[in-house]
Each structure stands twice: as C-alpha cells, then as structure tokens.
C-alpha cells in the first residue's frame, strides 16, 4: 500500500483530487476537525469514528474512514496504535490517503506558506502555498516512488502467490520489533529511527533475497525493513520464506535476517528517555 499524508489549508480538496488520480483501491482518512472528517461524520456517526463504503458523494474513494485523536477507528473495529491502524487497511487497499493534521510517519505533503517539515513525522515529498500549485502528475509520480507500507500479511500472501507454491509445505516468518529495554532496570527505549542507503539497500536486499531463493528446497524469500521512526513495541523488520519444509524454511529465515543485520547499509539511532545516539557509533 502507498500511504501519503496531506496537511494544511485545502487538504481535503486537494484529497479528492488526488483520488481521482490514482489507480487503485483507495482508502481516505480523516481527522475529525478537517472538512472532509466532518462531512464523514455526518454521515454515520459512531463513537470511534465512522468507515463509509464506495460513498456516493465521493465515488473515487473506496474506503473512508475518520481517525480519532486517540488513534482509536471503526470499520474493522477499534485498535490502538498507528502502526495497527495501517497494517489494518494495507492488505486491502493499493494507496492511503490521510487528510488534515496527521500524525501518520508516511510520505507528506505540506500546504500552506508557512509549513515546516520538521512540523510533520513523515517525509516530505512535495510542498505548495496551496492546493492550486500542486502538480498532480508529479504528485502521482513522487507517490509511486516513495516508501510504501508492507506488512508480514503482504509478504506471506506473495510468496504464497509464487509458481512453486503447490509444492511448498511450509512459510516461516521472522518479524523484528522495537524492544523498550533489555533488562528491567535500563532506560526506556522511546523509539528507534531507520536511514537507508538509497539504492544500495535496496539492491543488496534483492541479492540476498535471490541467493537464499536457490537454495534447494527454497521455493520464495521476500524481506522488507521499514525505515523513519519506529516506536516501542511496533514492527521494524520481515522475513517470509516459502520452502517444501520446515527445516529449510526455519534455516532460512535465520540466515536472512542474520545477513539483512550484516549486509544491508540501513542505520539505526535509538532514543531513550535518558539520551539519543547512532547505534553503530557504540559498536
């Protein structure tokens, strides 16, 4: 799923024109306090929130969805946690759009003259004084390019797309976490945030991906490590493998976590309640 967050003045205009835009099954979220937020809630008010289905008045969404300031939303039930609120909606929708004052960590673009990236915590991509300076070509475009959001569910279903998948009786998965602490006396991890080495990770991860594929017995491996600031307790990092059985599929979910950790140019800066730092500094 392509996520992307639209904040300002205009936001919701510009939401709906960038929905017609996109090829896919969409999914529009809005703040309650944004114009689009409010017309939802017009429409079936609920406690949480309220997710309306292809809404005749705006035929080019498939799904909408108000987000509480709780983070709390209702279509599929209230969860907790940002991370959840996407993993919810990514295996079934191709984009995401967020509107109004987001506190979604996915690629943004900033409206209004005086917005500041450091105002947001995704990654900006485009930036206008308002919605009219917005090419939506180029907005399209930059939104292909971006880092899109993958969950574990994603992986297993592709791999399970794969040709050999008839002759697969196992798919083992490894999923990496924000650990708040290692031993109960430590100070407590806040958040860690992931840079990349563009193109080079990527390419490496491909590799890596390949080399393990060949294995005999390995019928798919897929990985993806979500870079930017991640949280206590939410999910850094996936590795689904299908193989014919257990013991090639356990082998090689260790083996490639091991080399995506050794290999793969992706740094790491921790932020405690006491102090922040680039991990591989301290090693």
Known sequence: MQPIAIVGPGAADLATALTDRLDGRTAVVARPESDLGESLAGDEATDGGVAVEAPENRPDADTEVTLEESGEWTGRGSVDGLDAFLDGLAPDHDYLVGVGDSRLRVPT?????????????????????????VDLNNLVANLDAAEPWITRETLVRRVEA???????????????????????????????????????????????????????????????????????????????????????????????????????????KEATEAEEFWVHRRD
């Open 109 to 133: 673009l900033l409206l209004g003259a005086d917005a500041e990236a450091e105002d947001v915590p995704g990654t900006v991509i485009a930036a206008a004084d308002e919605p009219e300076g």
């Open 162 to 268: 794969s040709a050999d998948a008839d002759r697969a009786g196992a798919v083992a998965t490894f999923t990496g976490r924000v650990r708040a602490r290692d031993a109960p006396d430590d100070d407590r991890t806040t958040h860690l945030g992931f840079e990349k080495y563009e193109g080079v990770a990527a390419e490496r991860m491909d590799a890596i991906e390949t080399e393990l594929t060949e294995r005999d017995g390995v019928f798919d491996v897929r990985m993806h490590h979500r870079t930017g600031v991640i949280e206590a307790g939410e999910d850094i990092v996936f590795v689904v493998v299908l193989a014919g059985h257990r013991r090639e599929a356990f082998r090689t979910v260790e083996d490639g976590i091991d080399r995506l950790k050794d290999e793969v140019p992706i740094f790491k």
